[in-house]
């Protein structure tokens, strides 16, 4: 299915896209697995780069498939997001530029990473520890930070809640879509209360869309009706070019860019670029 557009977004021609006003930070979340968190940060964040924008991906899961999609080193002894939360170590010394995509950087993620869910209780301002690193990093050069979250309300995900201006929520066209979405936002309303009153839901990305069905339909309708403006007018669509890119370490952008997945995200990332985050 072709990607809707919103009217007042212009078409290709628009090469540099807006620059926002400061980086804007946005965590992928959503605990359910299998809803395109991964894909949507990773095409998101390539779109972006290829219109003139800077972008920093932070593979927050341990499975590392953002890095793995990004070409991006994430076994043996490299230094990864693991070190940077438990030992402290500086952001700048593990982000990597993504090869062949000049405006892309990625802080990794390693299996290590399992790890730090336990490690982390024990430590001093646990749920700060990925704000206070991008805190202490050089963002001046960056125009957005995109955090990859894993599938899971656990301390890895309030991390990235803690850390970020905004949310991006992934949610399929399937039947449970709407299933446990209200935990997570709850999780969201009570780390604003008291942990990050500027955070925001800020986007809705409606996913795995099959047109050939009425009920993908119908949860689009369904989701719509409950986030009204805040669901970005394209839907993504179901694409095995999306499956696909991540093993040959591309994004779909650059795997297929005639794609329909890529030329779908390519409109949601103009859409978010284009639009102002709903900040209140």
Same mark, same amino acid.
């Given at each position: 299915m072709?990607?809707? =557009?919103?009217?007042?977004?212009?078409?290709?021609?628009?090469?540099?896209?807006?620059? +926002?006003?400061?980086? !804007?930070?946005?965590? @992928?979340?959503?605990?359910?697995?299998?809803?395109?968190? $991964?894909?949507? *940060?990773?095409?998101?964040?390539?779109?972006?780069?290829?219109?003139?924008q800077?972008?920093?991906?932070?593979? &927050?899961?341990?499975?590392?498939?953002a890095?793995?999609?990004l070409?991006?080193?994430?076994?043996?002894?490299?230094?990864?997001?693991? =070190?940077?939360?438990?030992?402290?170590?500086?952001?700048?010394?593990?982000?990597k530029? /993504? +090869?062949?995509?000049?405006?892309?950087?990625?802080?990794?993620?390693?299996?290590?990473?399992?790890?730090?869910?336990?490690e982390? /209780?024990?430590?001093?301002?646990?749920?700060?520890?990925?704000?206070?690193? &991008?805190?202490?990093?050089?963002?001046?050069? &960056?125009?957005?930070?995109?955090?990859?979250?894993?599938?899971?309300?656990?301390?890895?995900?309030?991390?990235?809640? /803690?850390?970020?201006?905004?949310?991006?929520? +992934?949610?399929?066209?399937?039947?449970?879509?709407?299933?446990?979405?209200?935990?997570?936002? !709850?999780? @969201?309303?009570?780390?604003?209360a008291?942990?990050?009153?500027?955070?925001?839901?800020?986007?809705?990305?409606? $996913?795995?869309?099959?047109? !050939?069905?009425?009920?993908?339909?119908?949860?689009?309708?369904?989701?719509?009706?409950?986030?009204?403006? $805040?669901?970005?007018? $394209?839907?993504?669509? !179901?694409?095995?070019?999306?499956?696909?890119? +991540?093993?040959?370490g591309?994004?779909v952008?650059?795997?297929?860019?005639? *794609?329909?997945?890529?030329?779908?995200?390519?409109?949601?990332?103009?859409?978010?670029?284009?639009?102002?985050?709903?900040?209140?």
């Amino acid at each position: 299915m072709a990607a809707a =557009q919103a009217g007042e977004v212009p078409r290709d021609g628009d090469s540099t896209w807006p620059r +926002p006003s400061k980086c !804007r930070v946005i965590a @992928v979340a959503n605990q359910k697995g299998g809803v395109g968190k $991964t894909t949507t *940060s990773v095409n998101i964040a390539a779109a972006l780069s290829m219109h003139g924008q800077r972008v920093l991906v932070v593979d &927050l899961d341990p499975q590392g498939n953002a890095s793995t999609a990004l070409a991006t080193e994430h076994r043996g002894d490299v230094k990864d997001v693991y =070190q940077v939360l438990v030992d402290d170590i500086p952001m700048a010394d593990i982000v990597k530029p /993504v +090869p062949d995509m000049p405006n892309l950087y990625c802080a990794p993620a390693t299996i290590d990473l399992a790890g730090a869910e336990i490690e982390l /209780v024990s430590l001093v301002a646990r749920e700060a520890r990925l704000r206070r690193a &991008l805190a202490a990093y050089d963002v001046v050069d &960056l125009d957005y930070i995109v955090i990859d979250c894993p599938p899971s309300l656990g301390l890895l995900t309030v991390n990235a809640l /803690v850390a970020a201006d905004e949310v991006m929520i +992934p949610i399929q066209c399937e039947y449970y879509a709407l299933e446990g979405l209200g935990m997570l936002l !709850r999780n @969201v309303d009570l780390i604003k209360a008291h942990l990050n009153p500027t955070l925001q839901l800020s986007t809705i990305v409606l $996913t795995m869309y099959d047109g !050939r069905t009425r009920l993908a339909s119908q949860v689009a309708d369904e989701v719509r009706a409950h986030f009204g403006d $805040t669901v970005l007018n $394209t839907v993504i669509p !179901r694409s095995v070019r999306l499956s696909e890119a +991540p093993s040959y370490g591309q994004s779909v952008m650059t795997y297929d860019p005639g *794609s329909s997945g890529a030329m779908a995200y390519m409109d949601a990332a103009r859409e978010i670029a284009h639009r102002a985050a709903t900040l209140a």
